[in-house]
């Protein structure tokens, strides 16, 4: 099939994408808890996974949750820590979440914003401080408060499509 083509890309392959990733345009920045926001880049629908930016700012916590499938992240702006762990993911860090980890990201007080590119796979399972589930986020309840948000702020439900594969 390859050698009868004249574009690029195989016909049943996903469309390529090439996007600004921390954009101009605040509206870009879904809210997710108080001070704690996410930017889709990709929605991966067949997989079961996402690329996403999290943006979180002073006082901003992400609350205590499971990964059953593995995490990479990649930090690109100031500090952050889980409350479980000793280290520091600092600017510049690789981070890896293995499958199991249950963690509760914070933010020091000296930082004022983070910014942290994840790669998730699964879904993330949030947890209380027994380990009871409180909620569930997988790649379609991000593509669900994606569309709610772009429709709120004026982009247009549909601006979350040019993330979905
Ligand atoms: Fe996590």
């Known amino acids: 099939m390859y050698n009868a083509m004249n574009g690029s890309a195989h016909p049943l392959a996903a469309k390529e994408m090439q996007i600004e ?12 808890a108080d001070n704690v926001w996410f930017r889709p880049l990709l929605l991966n629908t067949v997989q079961g996974q996402w690329c996403n930016l999290l943006r979180v700012r002073r006082a901003g916590i992400l609350s205590r949750h499971l990964h059953p499938a ?7 702006k100031g500090r952050w820590k889980y409350l ?10 690789y981070v890896f979440e293995p499958p199991g980890e249950i963690h509760t ?4 007080d000296d930082v004022p914003e983070m910014i942290t590119f994840f790669n ?3 879904c993330m399972i949030y947890l209380d401080a027994d380990n009871r589930q409180t909620g569930l986020e997988d790649v379609f309840t991000k593509i669900d408060m994606c ?3 772009y429709d709120a702020v ?10 979905i594969r």
């Open 105 to 108: 990201l914070t933010v020091p």
């Open 147 to 149: 569309r709610r948000h």
């Open 154 to 163: 004026g982009l247009g439900a549909d601006y979350v499509d040019q993330f």
């Open 21 to 32: 990733a921390v954009p101009g345009d605040e509206r870009v920045w879904v809210p997710q």
């Open 84 to 93: 479980e762990h000793d280290w520091v993911a600092e600017t510049g860090s």
């Open 120 to 122: 998730i796979s699964g």
């Open 70 to 76: 593995p995490v990479h992240g990649y930090v690109i």
